[in-house]
């Protein structure tokens, strides 16, 4: 048998895992794959604009259709049209054995003019979390993941502060709505990365660029977040709120580097440690003015979105890569490139626990991937991880396997499958595959799969 503390630093090929290791602990002598935290949330992650279909109100709509943004100038259009196929889906959950959901309301589909909400919509979410309720699935909701209404980018966006007081509108509005049906809220997904992404590279929309828009941007989804934490806890103080953060981790590509190992700081400071100093401290990134009020301790758990590291020097186009040198290029994440690193998620865990020492859910961990082996076992070596952690006595609540379905993977458009459920690009029709067998495996028994004792 391998030995734990192999199991531990190593790399598996998930077969051997699943036939001659596990993370065992003994009991009365006899070797068991060791338990997740009793009442552990497994459950996988979307984004409304991803899977639901028809968000024709938001500023991604409109970015779409002009050509060359997306690869292969694929549009979201349908997406897996999550918006009437729920139920199918739930049941999906359910045969999957999971406890919990992660999924983003459309701020655009509640208010799709300014000023003006859509009561079927309403009675939609409301139906949508009767669908989760009734089996008992725990639903995780996001409030702005990506997307915002194209009237709001008519009025100048997210970038512009003024506009925050329409965000206030949105969540008022759905704290009051849902309050009774929902206790765990994710404010904002990924500040950094949408700040980045739309305003600095200028690759997701308002395709703006630099670092005065990315600081302007990312100032603004703070104080949305902040309010969010504020609205939400005193419509009901039992209410649990947390920002979800993507660790992205920078190391200097030659650590014996002076210059390498400058990047790497700074870019971790700009894409991780200015937001969390943020919502500790309260004090927005690189600004003249004091506190923003209601940020500082404005979460009472963190939703961590990991995935890879970066590489940096200054040799490299925008200072870093996102593999190493000899990563096989069959194993990298499609159309992002991104290395599996399962110790990073360990690292960015023991990051968050220390700066914070509040409870953690592991809001998304995934591969955009066709080869679906390969899916098992990143799957396997990063619950390894959260494994170790907890040993450590590190409170994490939850993982939520990015994704559920194949769906619409932004820039990347349909390409990436990150799905451990198919879903067939024409007709929709949903598979399950053998990662989400894997996985549904690990939900019913809370563990990593057993030994195999005929080996
Ligand atoms: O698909 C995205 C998601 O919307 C945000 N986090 C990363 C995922 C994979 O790129």
Redesign the pocket.
Known sequence: MVSLDICLSGIYDVNKFINTSSVFSSMNGVQQPEKFPSGFFWGT?V?AH?VDGGNMYNNWWEWEQVEGRIDQNDRSGDACDQWSRYEEDFSLLSQLNQNSYRFSMEWSRIFPKKGELDKLVIEHYHQFLDALKKRKIEPFVTLH??TEPQWLNRLGGIERRQNLPYFKDFVNLVAREYSEDIIYWNTI??PN?RAALGFFLGVHPPGKTGVYNYLKALRNLLRMHAEAYYILKTENSQNLVGVVK?INLFEPYNSQSRIDRMIAWVLDEGMNSNTLRGIRTGKLPLSVVREYKNLQGSSDFLGL?Y?NRNFCSRKFEGFFKNHSDDADPTKL?TG?NWEAYPEGLYLSIKRLWEDFKLPIYIT?N?I?TTDDNWRKEFLVNHLIQIQKASREGIPIKGYFH??LLD?F??A?GYA?K?GIVECDRKTLKRKIKESGHLYAQIAKENQLPMKNNDE
Do not use: M, R, V
């Open positions: 992650a984004s991803q993941h990506f997904n990924e990365i993507n979105n995935y994440c992002l998304e995934g955009g990015w994704t769906n993977e932004w990347e990436s990150f």
